[in-house]
């Protein structure tokens, strides 16, 4: 599995713009998904390139939550990508587009990817299965860090998270993980630094990380150089 984050607080490589938001790119099990659009379209755009991820390459939009930090650069990529999109429920209106699609329990989209459905009437995550591991990837886990893992962990042994911990403050339940990349509104970074050692990631625009099996390995990406005037 790859994952390179396209839209964070803070910026991991020079060039690309930080906001406050979240979005993710996703390569598993021969799927490429993109996972909550940030705040700004603009700016999501932007970073896709030069983080070099191509609008063309994206199967389908995967939305954690309504809120406009999570959501709001999605009309402005579907205006240039219309793929499928899965988004709770409550975040479609009734005469949503046919290729939106609202998630309310938990759903398999395919044998790599399953929702926990939407959490706490406001917020579903991804929980991606490669090879028989399980992670977990999360908008700003507004249902609680503790209740999704308890449901990602209905589908087998959950290795690392991905996203938004928001004011997560188990970190025993984050410590039995073998990674962890908190990431936008994730309030104990340096507390996690501090319990979880090695086991944390930072995250930022153009974090890249490979992982196999329990294993992830933390990179970036090399930006790609604006175009000229």
């Given at each position: 599995m790859r994952a390179v984050i396209l839209y964070d607080n803070a910026a991991a490589v020079p060039g690309v713009e930080a906001d406050w938001g979240f979005a993710c790119f996703l390569?598993?099990?021969g799927k490429k998904i993109l996972f909550d659009t940030?705040?700004?379209?603009?700016?999501?755009?932007?970073?896709?390139?030069?983080?070099?991820v191509e609008p063309a390459d994206v199967?389908?939009?995967?939305?954690?939550?309504?809120?406009?930090?999570?959501?709001?650069?999605?009309e402005p990529f579907m205006s240039i990508r219309r793929c499928p999109v899965f988004a709770p429920?409550?975040?479609l209106h009734p005469r949503a587009p046919r290729d939106f699609f609202?998630?309310?329990?938990?759903?398999?989209?395919?044998?790599h990817l399953c929702s926990t459905g939407?959490?706490?009437g406001i917020e579903q995550s991804l929980v991606l299965q490669e090879d028989g591991w399980f992670y977990v990837v999360v908008g700003c886990s507004h249902p609680g860090v503790s209740l999704i893992l308890d449901e990602a962990?209905?589908?087998?042994?959950?290795?690392?998270?991905?996203?938004?911990?928001?004011?997560?403050r188990d970190f025993d339940r984050l410590a039995a993980l073998d990674w962890i990349c908190g990431t936008h509104c994730t309030f104990y970074q340096d507390e996690m630094r501090a319990i979880l050692g090695s086991k944390f990631?930072?995250?930022?625009?153009?974090?890249?990380?490979?992982?196999?099996?329990?294993?992830?390995?933390?990179?970036?990406?090399?930006p790609a150089a604006a175009p000229a005037d």
């Open positions: 390569e598993t099990g940030g705040a700004d379209g603009r700016i999501l755009m932007n970073n896709m390139r030069l983080c070099g199967d389908m939009v995967f939305i954690s939550h309504a809120h406009w930090d999570h959501a709001g650069g999605l429920a409550s975040a609202p998630v309310r329990d938990a759903l398999w989209i395919d044998g939407e959490l706490a962990l209905r589908r087998g042994p959950v290795c690392g998270i991905l996203g938004g911990l928001h004011d997560c990631i930072p995250g930022g625009v153009g974090r890249e990380l490979m992982i196999s099996g329990a294993r992830c390995r933390s990179g970036t990406v090399s």
